[in-house]
């Protein structure tokens, strides 16, 4: 009994990750990856990936300020965002060592957050 309480009075702490990148492709092998590993731990619960939708942002440049004011160029950047949240015990070792060895390409931003549960 003793230890089913102790079990249940561990702290949980969340932590979230959020990786951001301007192609898909990218975003979407990372995310596999990084919950490729997470199933590896006994007392980890992921949940997700969450994607949100994609921001586009478009730019108007003059290519000619002068003369030509209506010759303008069109440019779109689109951003795509993802979100993996994960719940541990403060007992579980090397998750967070473990997710630094990912290998993560080129072009694709992670933050990480705690948060209190």
């Given at each position: 009994?003793?230890?089913?309480?102790?079990?249940?009075?561990?702290?949980?702490?969340?932590?979230r990750?959020?990786?951001?990148?301007?192609k898909?492709?990218?975003?979407?092998?990372t995310?596999?990856?990084?919950?490729?590993v997470?199933?590896?731990?006994?007392?980890?619960?992921?949940?997700g990936?969450?994607?949100?939708?994609?921001?586009k942002?478009?730019?108007?440049?003059?290519?000619?300020?002068?003369?030509y004011?209506?010759?303008?160029?069109?440019?779109?950047?689109?951003?795509?965002?993802?979100?993996?949240?994960?719940?541990?015990?403060?007992?579980?070792?090397?998750i967070?060592?473990?997710?630094?060895?990912v290998?993560?390409?080129?072009?694709?931003?992670?933050r990480?957050?705690?948060?209190?549960?």
């Amino acid at each position: 009994m003793e230890e089913l309480l102790s079990a249940q009075e561990k702290k949980r702490v969340k932590t979230r990750l959020i990786l951001e990148s301007f192609k898909f492709s990218f975003l979407s092998d990372t995310c596999s990856n990084l919950m490729n590993v997470l199933q590896g731990h006994q007392d980890t619960k992921p949940s997700g990936p969450f994607v949100f939708p994609k921001i586009k942002v478009y730019y108007c440049l003059l290519s000619s300020p002068h003369v030509y004011k209506n010759a303008r160029e069109h440019i779109s950047m689109q951003k795509y965002r993802c979100l993996v949240d994960i719940n541990t015990t403060l007992d579980e070792p090397g998750i967070i060592e473990n997710l630094l060895k990912v290998e993560i390409p080129p072009g694709v931003s992670v933050r990480i957050k705690y948060l209190n549960s």
